[in-house]
């Protein structure tokens, strides 16, 4: 059975491969031999780490998923590549994610969004643009239980300074209604403790995490209530 690759993957492992043909290029250059595309060995995988971090100035977790785009692709032509090729290419960027000054390569920290980012958000149009498909290009309209939703986790994110994966995990159960705003039980991630927030109104009523939080819940609830009518 065939895995199911994204196209986000498909592009990337492309990607990948190109650049893993210019290491070849470049490498034919300096030793005036050609290897074919195929040739995924200790060798040559670890050279490819070195070129990523000495000519791309490539960040340590790039060069790293380019191993497993690069991997991926020759086995897809039907190359087998060694477990040694990459253990050894592995072992040679350990010592390249210790390194302050390579880890900060590349995009560079992200800028913290703030309350007027957020502000625009989510006042913005529920129409969003969509692919150009062949001459056309249209909008979507986002349903509204969509956006509702997308405007309490935005809002509730920054009401319990919560990082992505606490925010995906959170669940409605643990989200509960108090005369100061919400109880906030933002259940443990990846090792860190659970903890208790208070999420306190908010002045602005389009960056209220309590006000966008009950209104998408009385939406939700309301659509629930109508789907099992109809079922009924």
Same mark, same amino acid.
């Given at each position: 059975?065939?895995?199911?690759?994204?196209?986000?993957?498909?592009?990337?492992?492309?990607?990948?491969w190109?650049?893993?043909?210019?290491?070849?290029?470049?490498?034919?250059?300096? $030793?005036?031999?050609?290897?074919?595309?195929?040739?995924?060995? &200790?060798?040559?995988?670890?050279?490819?780490?070195?070129?990523?971090?000495?000519?791309?100035?490539?960040?340590?977790? $790039?060069?790293?998923?380019?191993?497993?785009?690069v991997?991926?692709?020759?086995?897809?032509?039907?190359?087998?590549?060694?477990?040694?090729?990459? &253990?050894?290419? +592995?072992?040679?960027? &350990?010592?390249?994610k210790?390194?302050?000054? +390579?880890?900060?390569?590349?995009?560079? &920290?992200?800028?913290?969004?703030?309350?007027?980012?957020?502000?625009?958000?989510? $006042?913005?149009?529920?129409?969003?643009?969509?692919?150009?498909?062949g001459?056309?290009?249209?909008?979507?309209?986002?349903?509204?239980?969509?956006?509702?939703?997308?405007?309490?986790?935005?809002?509730?994110?920054?009401?319990?300074?919560?990082?992505?994966?606490?925010?995906?995990?959170l669940?409605?159960?643990?989200?509960?209604?108090v005369?100061?705003?919400?109880?906030?039980?933002?259940?443990?991630?990846?090792? +860190?403790?659970?903890?208790?927030?208070?999420?306190? @109104?908010?002045?602005?009523?389009?960056?209220?995490?309590?006000?966008?939080?009950?209104?998408?819940?009385?939406?939700?609830? @309301?659509? @629930?209530?109508?789907?099992?009518?109809?079922?009924?």
């Amino acid at each position: 059975m065939t895995p199911i690759t994204s196209d986000k993957t498909r592009t990337s492992y492309a990607r990948d491969w190109e650049l893993w043909a210019e290491f070849h290029r470049w490498l034919a250059g300096q $030793t005036g031999h050609v290897l074919p595309l195929t040739a995924v060995t &200790k060798g040559t995988l670890v050279a490819f780490v070195v070129w990523l971090d000495e000519m791309k100035k490539a960040a340590p977790s $790039t060069i790293d998923r380019r191993i497993t785009g690069v991997t991926v692709t020759a086995r897809r032509h039907g190359t087998e590549v060694p477990k040694q090729a990459t &253990k050894a290419a +592995r072992e040679a960027l &350990k010592p390249m994610k210790l390194d302050p000054a +390579r880890t900060v390569r590349g995009r560079g &920290k992200a800028i913290a969004a703030t309350p007027a980012h957020l502000r625009a958000m989510n $006042t913005a149009t529920a129409a969003r643009p969509q692919p150009t498909v062949g001459r056309r290009r249209g909008t979507q309209e986002l349903p509204e239980l969509a956006r509702l939703r997308d405007r309490a986790l935005a809002t509730l994110a920054f009401g319990i300074a919560g990082r992505s994966e606490e925010v995906s995990s959170l669940d409605t159960e643990g989200v509960s209604q108090v005369a100061e705003g919400l109880d906030v039980h933002v259940p443990s991630v990846k090792g +860190r403790p659970p903890r208790d927030v208070a999420v306190a @109104y908010g002045e602005n009523p389009d960056t209220c995490p309590v006000r966008c939080w009950l209104a998408w819940k009385a939406l939700f609830s @309301y659509s @629930y209530g109508q789907v099992a009518c109809s079922a009924e």
